[in-house]
Structure formats: C-alpha cells, structure tokens
C-alpha cells in the first residue's frame, strides 16, 4: 500500500511541474532557503555555544 501511494504522490507532483512550472520552481526555492537557514542557524547556536 506504501508503495502505491509513493507511485501516485510522485505522478502529482511530476503532474504539478508538468501543469505549473513556474510555481512550482518558487516552491522549490522556498524549501532550499527554508533549509539554508536551517543550516546557518545551526552553524549560529554552536558558534555561540563555544563562545
């Protein structure tokens, strides 16, 4: 059943790119810069911490 719903989870979003690049392409920005500052943040609080 997991498989399954992988396989259709996948179709929709390779459906989605398909139909809507351009939103679709913000999305994507939007989750790298969310995960960026993740990082720095981090990089941020032990950088502090041994201070």
């Known amino acids: 059943m997991k498989k399954v ?3 259709v989870l996948l179709a ?13 392409a913000d999305i994507a920005r939007g989750i790298g810069d969310g995960v960026v500052d993740m990082f720095r943040n981090i990089g941020v609080f032990f950088s502090e911490l041994a201070n």
Request: no cysteine.
């Open 5 to 7: 719903l992988g396989w």
């Open 12 to 24: 929709l979003v390779v459906f989605y790119i398909g139909t809507n690049p351009g939103p679709a």
